[in-house]
């Protein structure tokens, strides 16, 4: 990637472009070229800036630096309707679907079909349902989209790319939400595309798919381009060492082996949403167990079932070997499971109050005594969980201005004040600045060491890997096997969250 | 991490602590004296012991409800229907005792249940049926002003005993009616609510965010379903003092009095977001609307320009307020 390669005359190109986000940088000098009538694959892991440039081609963000070029002429568009009067189009990741509207409504939003000065919707039901067959979903136009399910809606999605007659088009994880019988249909579409000139990237996570529908595979880490394949025919544990590639040293502090007893065990644990299915393990006391796979594979949904959040709907969980049932968060609050959840902003942290405050909710029966709780008692108690944790802040300031770390540190120290038994973590050092980072290890591995069960969600694998003594990978809502420390390695969990 | 603590050491000030959300009182406060010197300045009459003790039971009915607004505002909602239910219950109690045959205290009590069934309604719409606070509270009002009618055929009801009407014109120790002290004794029992219980001190963490107050273990629906009985309950109280003052049941009692009622809990430093507010700022907003009313009559401006007087105050004191916590 030293050497510039020339510009080609069709298709797009893709020269030197980078993007940061104030000063972090998510793209590096990126060079790719995609020729008509191919489909690329963009593989990476969480973060390694793919979403990124399928924005940047699609015109949804402009690059920081660096240029594209298309059919050879510059191409620099300005928003997603000029890239798509280029013919280039994208189908998102997140569905952006008008849930009041019909399917053709929704096909064909921005670009009604008219005859004669009225919206002609019997041509509009007509093209929009013979979209939905080829893709394999067979029913009336005129029905609402808040009505289909999930897949059905990432099909209707994908039906309204194909009505854009577009050149190239490009599918960020179009896969995510469908079953095996609705990818084969994606993919037969994507194959006659191919046939009739039109060029696609194709984003996903799924390692086993890019064989049959690629050409070729890029490969992006942390932003860089590291690999460019001119054939698909790349074995699986190649890619994943690609993707993974480097092995940082983090500052990931020792964790002695626990030998307390089993506090947490589950059992056939099965969402009501069917989002996670037979799920068992069980975490000891002084044990970190860590919970991998890429996002959407259940992760989330079976930790807040197990902090009471969201109901189940088959399987057992005993603590400290007995059984609990936990229908409420209060349940588990005072079955001594606490949860450090994904969203801080929306779930852990109250913005617009201060750090004494945020602490005390939900421990008042810590703070005061019989209800009564003195402002003075409140502000004692923050200032008691500040120094806990190392919060750098004072109990008065608001917690809507203390840094990612920070704030983190704060829904920790909260919880930490009802020395509960289970401790769930939930992406915990999501937004948060490397040097925080080392200080949060270090607070997990104090609470393994004081004698709690630690359960540590997260997409980041070197976080994971170097945190937990056991881990249990997630795909699809499965469970997909529980690695020992010496074999949880990146190779083995990639494989088996991507599959 | 050295930087990071530099830039946040210097805002631990000498200032005594004060929980931010308790709202800024101050800047209503120094309204509400402004207020009153110009008053004293413009009529001779407003400066006395006399017209105070007057005002005082002006603002007695919109200050009953007013604490029950500043409880449901601070969870993030809002009721429209007080001043319906107010009508409701009111009508509801002359209905029992002239009707009925209902022993007055009875009927009181009766007619302050009634209020609190309507604002049991109103969370129960907003809770299970998931209604918007606005729309269940918009039902409940239109709902609750048609039974106040229905009860007598929109006709009023009279001839309630001189002990009853005592209540609210006899001043003990020669100022405190008993209308009046119940008002002030609220205040101070939800002052000290909001202040130093812990289920005081949660409402404004429901009103910071329903969803972490949820997952902090709050039982979200029950407290938002005994907030609204309990603003219902206080519109049946403030239904029983207006009957006290006007010897007389009204169907078209308290009309529109729910937009006041929001605006004094606004005017002293709420938000209709949530999570902000309290009754002192709430006694001031309450005072203000009081002595506005009260000056402007006695300088001599028309009702119609003290509406337009009223609307200016509300958007000015809330715009100060907005400007004072954004500079923040």
Request: aromatic letters at 6%.
């Amino acid at each position: 990637m030293t050497e510039t390669p020339p510009i080609t005359a069709t298709g797009l190109s893709i020269r030197n472009i980078t993007k940061s986000f104030g000063p972090v940088r998510v793209l590096e000098g990126i060079d790719l070229d995609i020729r008509p009538g191919e489909c690329v694959a963009v593989l990476g892991e969480n973060g390694a800036g793919k979403s990124t440039l399928s924005a940047i081609i699609a015109g949804v963000i402009p690059p920081s630096s660096g240029e594209m070029t298309w059919n050879g002429a510059p191409y620099a568009p300005r928003s997603p309707a000029e890239a798509l009067s280029h013919g280039i189009g994208l189908i998102h990741q997140e569905m952006r679907l008008l849930p009041e509207l019909s399917i053709a409504e929704n096909v064909f939003v921005g670009r009604l079909l008219m005859k004669n000065g009225r919206i002609d919707r019997r041509e509009m039901n007509r093209r929009a349902e013979v979209q939905l067959r080829r893709l394999g979903l067979d029913i009336p136009a005129t029905t609402k989209v808040k009505a289909l399910r999930v897949a059905a809606q990432q099909q209707v999605e994908i039906a309204k790319a194909l009505t854009l007659e577009a050149s190239l088009l490009i599918f960020d994880e179009p896969t995510a939400a469908l079953g095996g019988e609705e990818t084969d249909r994606l993919f037969e579409q994507i194959d006659r595309l191919k046939a009739e000139g039109v060029s696609s990237v194709y984003i996903s996570h799924r390692l086993e798919e890019i064989a049959r529908v690629a050409d070729r595979i890029a490969v992006l880490r942390d932003g860089a381009l590291v690999a460019v394949h001119d054939t698909a025919d790349v074995p699986v544990r190649q890619l994943v060492e690609e993707m993974v590639g480097r092995s940082v040293e983090r500052l990931f502090p020792d964790i002695p082996a626990p030998t307390g007893p089993e506090v947490l065990a589950v059992d056939g644990l099965t969402g009501a949403q069917n989002d996670f299915r037979d799920i068992s393990f069980s975490v000891r006391a002084g044990e970190i167990f860590g919970i991998a796979g890429i996002v959407g594979a259940g992760r989330t949904e079976l930790v807040r079932a197990i902090a009471g959040i969201d109901p189940l709907a088959a399987g057992t969980v005993r603590l400290a070997g007995e059984a609990v049932t936990l229908t409420s968060p209060r349940d588990a609050l005072d079955a001594g499971i606490v949860m450090v959840p994904e969203d801080r902003k929306g779930q852990g942290l109250l913005l617009g109050m201060p750090i004494a405050d945020n602490v005390a909710v939900g421990n008042f029966d810590l703070v005061g005594n019989a209800g009564w709780v003195r402002p003075s008692q409140t502000r004692a108690f923050g200032a008691q969980a500040i120094d806990s944790m190392g919060v750098k802040g004072t109990p008065e300031q608001l917690v809507g201005r203390l840094s990612g770390g920070n704030q983190q540190k704060v829904i920790i120290a909260k919880w930490l004040a009802r020395s509960p038994r289970l401790v769930i973590m939930d992406e915990p050092t999501r937004g948060v600045d490397v040097g925080a980072r080392a200080q949060i290890y270090e607070a997990i591995a104090e609470l393994a060491q004081a004698g709690m069960a630690v359960i540590v969600v997260s997409s980041d694998l070197d976080e994971v890997i170097g945190l937990s003594h056991r881990v249990m990978v997630l795909s699809r809502g499965e469970s997909r096997g529980i690695l020992e420390r010496g074999e949880a390695t990146h190779v083995a969990i990639m494989e088996r969250a991507t599959t | 991490m050295t930087t990071e603590a530099a830039s946040t050491t210097p805002e631990r000030s000498s200032r005594p602590f004060r929980l931010a959300f308790d709202g800024g009182v101050l800047g209503p406060l120094v309204g509400l004296v402004l207020l009153c010197v110009g008053f004293s300045f413009a009529s001779e009459y407003f400066l006395s012991v006399r017209n105070a003790i007057n005002i005082l039971d002006q603002v007695t009915v919109l200050g009953i409800l007013a604490i029950g607004m500043t409880l449901v505002i601070i969870i993030g909602g809002i009721d429209l229907s007080v001043g319906s239910v107010l009508a409701f219950s009111m009508m509801m109690m002359g209905w029992l005792y002239q009707f009925g045959g209902v022993p007055l205290p009875i009927a009181m009590v009766l007619g302050i249940l009634t209020g609190a069934a309507c604002g049991l309604v109103s969370g129960c719409l907003i809770t299970f049926a998931k209604l918007p606070a606005f729309i269940a509270t918009l039902a409940i009002m239109s709902i609750a002003r048609g039974l106040a009618n229905i009860l007598t055929d929109g006709r009023q009801v009279v001839g309630y005993p001189d002990w009853f009407t005592n209540l609210a014109t006899v001043r003990h120790f020669g100022f405190l009616s008993v209308t009046v002290a119940l008002f002030i004794v609220l205040m101070v029992i939800a002052g000290i609510f909001l202040r130093y219980r812990a289920t005081g001190r949660n409402l404004f963490a429901i009103g910071g965010s329903a969803e972490v107050a949820r997952l902090a273990g709050i039982d979200v629906r029950k407290y938002t379903l005994v907030t609204y009985t309990i603003a219902g309950a206080l519109a049946g109280v403030a239904a029983v003092t207006l009957a006290a003052r006007l010897n007389s049941s009204q169907p078209s009692a308290g009309l529109g009095i729910e937009l006041d009622t929001i605006a004094a809990v606004v005017i002293g430093g709420a938000s209709l977001v949530g999570g902000v507010g309290s009754i002192a700022g709430t006694l001031i907003g309450v005072l203000i609307i009081g002595v506005l009313r009260n000056g402007l009559n006695l300088v001599g401006v028309s009702p119609f320009f003290q509406m337009v007087v009223i609307g200016a105050v509300i958007a000015l004191a809330v715009a100060f307020d907005t400007m004072s916590r954004n500079k923040n």
